[in-house]
């Protein structure tokens, strides 16, 4: 379970989301805009004295609603953050999956696109 204290702001200096726990940085999701003003997220990284918290998807889940609610497209690249979005859903996240990332229709919990 994640720890209580932790908190998820955006960092568009280092385009990165910053996990911090008890105000100590814990670590980061980072993320670049492509042509396409996309943002692909491709690296997390959760310190090692933080680990074995669920702080690594509190991180996800944190930054990945903010980027929902921002109205932001995201492409899934970081191992971490495709095996997140596979297995959980964000509400309102629009996602563009790369071609080898995309998981087939009847595993994926969150296309962007509303179910049929």
């Known amino acids: 379970m994640a720890d209580a204290a932790h908190t998820v702001t955006r960092n568009d200096e280092k385009n990165r989301y910053d996990l911090f726990v ?39 889940a944190d930054a990945l609603a903010d980027v929902a609610q921002r109205g932001e497209i995201v492409v899934p690249e970081c191992p971490f953050i495709v095996k997140y979005l596979r297995e959980n859903e964000v509400a309102g996240l629009q996602i563009d999956w790369r071609d080898e990332d995309a998981p087939a229709a009847a595993e994926a919990p969150n296309t962007g696109e509303p179910s049929a």
């Open 22 to 60: 008890d105000d100590v940085p814990a670590g980061f999701a980072g993320f670049r805009r492509d042509s396409r003003d996309r943002l692909v997220f491709d690296h997390t990284v959760v310190d090692n004295a933080f680990s074995g918290r669920g702080l690594g998807k509190a991180l996800a």
